[in-house]
Nanobody, 121 residues
């Protein structure tokens, strides 16, 4: 059973960099042909896809976040990380990581429980 767990600071000041980690257990982040995505859901709004890192390390980002977001991985720790630079209160949201198994017709079939991030001074 694959499990994902997000972690990171719950409170970030405006203009700072938000850093979150998704720790994966029960499966390797380098297993073909899965990809690992970050999503967020601001209060009262829908789920927003932020970006993805594939099993081989290739990344892709939402055009609206491409200038501020970076996704990386630590294969030794089986972790995927998200950095979001120059945050504003509009970045307040619950942040999720998910496994993308679309290539197998399964969609996003594993999700973390989410971590709340508040951007405030």
């Amino acid at each position: 059973q694959v499990q994902l767990q997000e972690s990171g600071p719950g409170l970030v000041k405006p203009s700072q960099t938000l850093s979150l980690t998704c720790t994966v257990s029960g499966g390797s982040i380098t297993t073909s042909y899965y990809a690992w995505s970050w999503f967020r859901q601001p209060p009262g709004k829908g789920l927003e896809w932020m970006g993805v890192i594939a099993y081989g390390g290739v990344t892709d980002y939402s055009p609206s976040l491409k200038s501020r977001a970076s996704i990386s991985r630590d294969t030794s720790k089986n972790q995927v990380s998200l950095q979001l630079r120059s945050v504003t209160p509009e970045d307040t949201a619950v942040y999720y990581c998910a496994r993308d198994a679309s290539v197998y017709g399964l969609g996003y079939n594993y999700w973390g429980q989410g971590t709340q991030v508040i951007v405030s001074s």
